[in-house]
């Protein structure tokens, strides 16, 4: 089973428009951060964590040539823009795609996306909302994913497990009752967005601490910001085991 993080980056992505600052003026590949999203693959079945405004860039450069459905962590615009680019999916399926969200979600996405829901007309993008909760098991194909209930600020969104990997994005604290579900992981995916303290993202030092608590045997962060610093300052102050995701990092698990 391998993760794939299309992008690590925040919701402005990194290098940030106009900005000049080291990160978004760094020749670092690894500083260039596309939204966050990522691909779980088994090499038959391929499931996509979020679907953001990088979308089809993600995917082209990915060379995913077949999707067999999208989970939706939450409604923010860079996790759910790029819905419709699912449309070559769609053409060479001839299937709608299967969108896998909580209510609250799959209603934002119905609103957004009217005219996906409304009459049938060719060429438009064919999606089947799956409404799910922080109690869902879905099995997607071999790929069995369990829902993990974080907070968002005071948003309740939606981590994923898939077997001894755990991915959340987003996260500023966990609810009590799902830290029984990351018990005993061998692997992290976790949002680190800066150094300062943030109302609705983990700081570095809450992403640190988070993971003394969870103790994975290796974790990557994700979602950083270009106040996050470069990679080749921050790395060297991780603890071991605790990694800087970067844009195309396969994870074998």
């Known amino acids: 089973m391998n993760i794939t993080l299309l992008g690590t980056g925040t919701s402005q992505g990194v290098p940030v428009i106009g900005c000049k600052c080291p990160v978004c003026t760094s020749t670092d590949p690894r500083d260039q ?6 691909l779980l693959s088994d090499g038959i ?15 082209l450069r990915a060379g995913v040539e077949k999707l067999d459905a999208i989970v939706i962590t939450h409604e923010h615009n860079d996790h759910v823009i790029g819905i419709d680019d699912v449309r070559p999916f769609n053409f060479s399926t001839g299937k709608p795609i299967k969108v896998y969200a909580l209510p609250r979600v799959a209603q934002d996405l119905q609103y957004r996306f ?3 829901f409304g009459e049938p007309i060719p060429g438009l993008p064919r999606i089947e909302l799956i409404e799910i909760d922080e109690n869902s098991v879905l099995q997607i194909g071999r790929i069995t994913l369990e829902a993990v209930g974080i907070m968002h600020g005071e948003l309740p969104i939606l981590g994923y497990k898939c077997e001894n990997l755990v991915y959340i994005t987003d996260m500023k604290r966990i609810l009590p009752q799902e830290l029984a579900k990351l ?19 983990m700081s570095l030092e809450e992403a640190l601490d988070f993971v003394t608590q969870i103790n994975p045997e290796k974790t990557w962060l994700t979602h950083c910001s270009h106040r996050l610093g470069r990679t080749t300052d921050i790395a060297p102050t991780l603890p071991s085991g605790v990694l800087l995701g970067y844009d195309g990092l396969q994870i074998t698990f």
């Open 33 to 38: 951060r596309l939204r966050t999203s990522a």
């Open 45 to 59: 079945t391929n499931v996509l964590i979020d679907s953001g405004p990088d979308f089809r860039q993600q995917m």
């Open 114 to 116: 009217q005219y996906i």
């Open 183 to 201: 018990r005993d992981i061998r692997y992290l995916v976790v949002n680190a967005l800066q150094i300062a303290d943030h109302p609705t993202h």
